[in-house]
Structure formats: structure tokens, C-alpha cells
């Protein structure tokens, strides 16, 4: 199964990118009622998903080619996006992104579309719009802020908010909103800390993850991150479990 993933990602990257903050929800579980009487659901996998940057802005100017990514996770799952230049100037680039991702069976787990903006010295905004089968659709806007980089070192912060619509009788729409710190060195290894908290669920997700760039060409990346994430509530607790994945992507 993972020989035929790598096969279909050799041959998708044309028309694939992964988004940035991107969040699945593969699985829908009733954890009971509340003391207004509303359903309180649990998701898997709700800490939104920083996505690291193959060659960090201010090192080079803003990428103004069509760019495609692949994406295999050591769920089984499989991520592909595209992202397009629309508009740019000397300083910023606005591109139309987009993104499907399958679970470990190669079905659809969530599919979406967005812009985003991208600045000549590592800032960054998206906005996104997903729908996710079984559970609804999500409204999603992210930040980048590069805070400090010289030749060898690269500190950038992050922010995100979404807004969850839930297709599912009698749940409302609820936020999740996080946070984190990115961290690079000479473009080559990595590491990020990440906090996300979904009031609705009183749950709260965090994640530690390394990084490290495998190949690296004009044209195509290959990198490797890997660590640990958990999430905590009232009702359950995952504690810290391995999390991997292989990332290629590449410019046209």
C-alpha cells in the first residue's frame, strides 16, 4: 500500500499542494450532552497542521511559480494541493491555493480552496474554505510572521482561527483557534512547537515536531518531519504519540 501511495504522489505532485494550517477530521466521536443539553462531539487530529516553508521567503524572492506538493503521513493518509500566482509586486505574491486529502484507504477525507498571500520577508496570510464528508465544512484564515532571520537562522511565529460548520443535527458551529513557533537552520533542519484549543469540546491539542530537508534543487524538495502530538479534554487523553511524514514537492 505505501509502494502504490509513493507511486500516485510521483504522479499527482503536478497538480498538488498542501495548504497551510490545514485540519482533518477523519473521525466523529458523541462523548455526551452538555449542561445546556447540546451534543459534545470529538475529532480527531484538531490541532491545525503548520505548514513549513521548503525555502523561507527572505532568503529568496517570493515564489511567483505554480507550486505542487505530496504529502504521506504515517497514518496511512495522503495530502495533495496545488498553489497558483495570481498577482504579485516587488514585496508580495497572491496566489489561489487548493487541497484534497484521502485517509489510509484512499478515500476523500477533505477537500478545499483558498488564497493566500505571501510577503518577500516571511509573512504570511491564508484563507480557506474545506468540506470534510461526515462532518460539514470549515472556514479556516492563518498568519505568518517572521520575527527574525539572518543567513543562518529563521524564527517565525504563527496564528490561526477557524470557524467549524457542522452538517450533523443539532451541533452548532464552533472555533478552534492556535498558535505556534517555527524555527530553521541554513533552510536545512527544523522544529516547531504548536498549541490548539476548541472551546466547544474543552480540548486542547499540542504538538512538537523536527524537521529536516532531505534534497533539495531548484525545482523539487524532499523533506522529512517528525515528532510528537497529543490532545487532552474532560473526557479523554491521547498522551504524546509519534507523528511522521514525507513531504516532495516541487515548482513549474
Not at 505554480?66 to 496545488?82: F, I, K, R, Y
Not at 517528525?226 to 513549474?252: A, D, T, V, Y
Request: charged share 20%; net charge neutral.
Amino acid at each position: 500500500m505505501f509502494a502504490l501511495k509513493l507511486v500516485l504522489a510521483t504522479v499527482l505532485v503536478v497538480a498538488s499542494a498542501r495548504p497551510q494550517d490545514h485540519t482533518k477530521y477523519e473521525k466523529v466521536q458523541i462523548l455526551g450532552y452538555d449542561e445546556d443539553g447540546q451534543l459534545v462531539l470529538d475529532y480527531e487530529d484538531l490541532l491545525p497542521v503548520s505548514e513549513e516553508s521548503n525555502q523561507p521567503e527572505h532568503q529568496t524572492r517570493t515564489r511567483r511559480q505554480a507550486q505542487g506538493s505530496v504529502t504521506l503521513n504515517s497514518d496511512g493518509g495522503m495530502g495533495l494541493g496545488a498553489k497558483i500566482p495570481l498577482a504579485h509586486n516587488d514585496k508580495n505574491v497572491v496566489s489561489a491555493i487548493g487541497s484534497m486529502d484521502f485517509n489510509n484507504k484512499l478515500q476523500p477525507a477533505s477537500k478545499g480552496f483558498g488564497l493566500a498571500l505571501d510577503n518577500v520577508n516571511g509573512h504570511g496570510l491564508t484563507v480557506m474554505k474545506e468540506s470534510i464528508p461526515g462532518f460539514g465544512d470549515r472556514l479556516s484564515g492563518a498568519g505568518k510572521l517572521n520575527v527574525f532571520h539572518n543567513d543562518n537562522h529563521n524564527v517565525a511565529v504563527t496564528g490561526s482561527l477557524a470557524r467549524n460548520m457542522p452538517s450533523i443535527p443539532n451541533v452548532p458551529n464552533f472555533n478552534t483557534y492556535g498558535g505556534g513557533v517555527d524555527y530553521m537552520y541554513k533552510n536545512k533542519v527544523g522544529a516547531s512547537l504548536g498549541m490548539a484549543s476548541t472551546p466547544f469540546l474543552d480540548r486542547k491539542d499540542y504538538s512538537a515536531m523536527g524537521n529536516l530537508n532531505l534534497f533539495r534543487s531548484p525545482t523539487t524538495t524532499v523533506d522529512f518531519s517528525g515528532g510528537f502530538k497529543k490532545f487532552e479534554s474532560p473526557f479523554m487523553s491521547s498522551g504524546w504519540k509519534p507523528n511522521f511524514s514525507f513531504n516532495l514537492g516541487r515548482s513549474f
